[in-house]
């Protein structure tokens, strides 16, 4: 089985991720209740109230976050929350500026400083976020082009995490939702919903049992059933079909690597007898 | 002296900061904040040296013609053509700089996130194998929540999605509580060893 060409297994995943995003299959997506906690929280933030969207992610995780990012985003939006985006990941500002201007001002008409604004990067990890809790002003001077956030109709009361009605933070690892719940759910004791990796999300799983996250997101999965709820099907929605499909293919080969397995072993016991 | 005074620093604002937490007096928290400040400005330093770093190895592997030598070419002009355009023409939309960034190297990126599904059917096919009883457990857990987590699993059986709920939020999240609570008191213990001058490798040297 060493022996076997790997190229054949790669081509078979290549044609049956493939198949499904030109002829999509429409399979029935159900919500799972960490998803619905996330977007009952969101749902009863009251018109208006400030939101701190924490976008800790890099393109490396955009296919599989960035789906998050923009069905919540839509959400908040569309109840004309105003959000306040930061990030701890250097590759992040650029992604959550895409996503602001996709959502906030195509869709929705809404103005930069007025209803949102990026804030862009600060290199600190745990230490910025607990500086936030103190003073996001004071940690974030400037915004990511460089303007005073003290000019931005949207920071007027803004002074520290107490004046945001909810925390959400789209995750691909370190410095992500562990670090904010750990530092600064348990210290300034605000809500926080998070969207993960679908391979980081069982880490996170005590937090929402335990109430320190209001909802959870895992994976494309995740995106996929808040963009259900939402009721705007995107990019998430088109690739569960293909990662069905995927997660089959991978369980067929687990299970034909242990039929192998099994018989080369029985042939191994039969030529020592 | 030489070891005496950061560990003297590293006992004083390590203890500070653990008062911070606990005492939420402004005169504290006005000191905390400051300190925390200093932090940032010094982290943000790393990035310095992490440029003057990777210019220096590229450097050295280009002169000595080290294995794979030729591709520090394009490491340090990439390094090089983003700092410039950057430091010119901005980072903010409708920029060079992110003209690149989202059009070069945020595909990129995701190509190699992406190469992961082709590894992991590879290895799905030659490693996980059921030699023991708790691989063969291992085994039935990770088909059923991979079923579980997207719709084709409530397709085959309807109980799919409940067995994979109950795997994640029953023994999963026991043993993850149980990780998660073994490691923080592991953490608790090692700060309080910092900062009783104990444990004193972040010193590094001799």
């Known amino acids: 089985m060493e022996r076997f060409d790997r190229r054949y297994i790669f081509l078979v995943i290549f044609v049956i991720v493939l198949f499904p995003l030109i002829w999509p299959l429409g399979l029935p997506i159900r919500v799972s209740k960490e998803v619905r906690g996330a977007y009952v929280a969101i749902d009863k933030i009251p018109p208006g109230s400030k939101v701190y969207f924490a976008c800790d992610y890099d393109p490396g995780s955009m296919p599989e976050l960035h789906p998050m990012t923009i069905a919540i985003l839509n959400h908040l939006f569309s109840h004309n929350v105003k959000v306040i985006g930061g990030c701890l990941w250097p590759g992040a500002p650029p992604l959550l500026e895409e996503a602001f201007n996709k959502v906030a001002v195509e869709k929705y008409g809404k103005k930069y400083g007025v209803d949102f604004v990026n804030l862009g990067y600060k290199e600190g990890r745990e230490v910025v976020m607990v500086s936030i809790g103190r003073s996001i002003p004071s940690t974030f001077p400037a915004d990511f082009y460089g303007t005073p956030v003290s000019k931005f109709p949207v920071m007027q009361g803004v002074n520290s995490l107490s004046d945001v009605a909810m925390i959400v933070n789209i995750s691909a690892g370190y410095p992500g939702t562990k670090e904010w719940v750990q530092q600064v759910q348990s210290r300034y004791h605000v809500a926080i919903a998070s969207g993960c990796t679908a391979v980081s999300a069982p880490e996170y799983y005590p937090y929402y049992q335990s109430g320190q996250l209001v909802g959870l997101l895992g994976g494309l999965a995740g995106a996929a059933e808040y963009e259900k709820l939402v009721g705007i099907p995107g990019t998430a929605t088109r690739g569960m079909d293909a990662q069905s499909l995927g997660h089959l293919a991978i369980i067929v080969f687990i299970v034909l690597g242990n039929l192998f397995y099994l018989y080369l072993k029985k042939k191994g016991k039969l030529a020592r007898r | ?206």
Request: charged share 15%; aromatic share 14%.
């Open chain 2, 1 to 206: 002296m030489k070891r005496e005074i950061p560990l003297i620093i590293t006992a004083i604002f390590g203890s500070f900061m653990v008062i911070d937490y606990f005492v939420p007096h402004p005169t504290v928290s006005g000191f905390g904040e400051m300190l925390q400040q200093w932090a940032i400005i010094v982290v943000a330093f790393a990035y310095v040296l992490g440029v003057a770093n990777i210019a220096r190895i590229s450097g050295q592997k280009i002169t000595r013609r080290s294995r794979d030598w030729p591709y520090q070419f394009p490491l340090l002009a990439g390094l090089a053509f983003m700092l410039t355009v950057g430091i010119i023409w901005g980072v903010g939309e409708r920029t060079l700089f992110n003209d690149f960034y989202l059009y070069a190297y945020s595909p990129m990126q995701g190509t190699m996130f992406s190469l992961l599904a082709f590894f992991i059917a590879s290895a799905a096919f030659r490693a996980f194998r059921m030699r023991s009883f708790g691989a063969a457990l291992l085994a039935i857990a990770a088909v059923i929540v991979m079923l579980g987590r997207v719709p084709v699993g409530a397709m085959i059986w309807d109980k799919i999605p409940v067995i994979s709920d109950w795997i994640m939020n029953v023994p999963q999240m026991a043993a993850k509580r149980a990780i998660m609570i073994g490691a923080s008191l592991g953490a608790i213990s090692t700060g309080l060893k910092v900062i009783l001058g104990i444990e004193r490798n972040y010193l590094g040297g001799d």
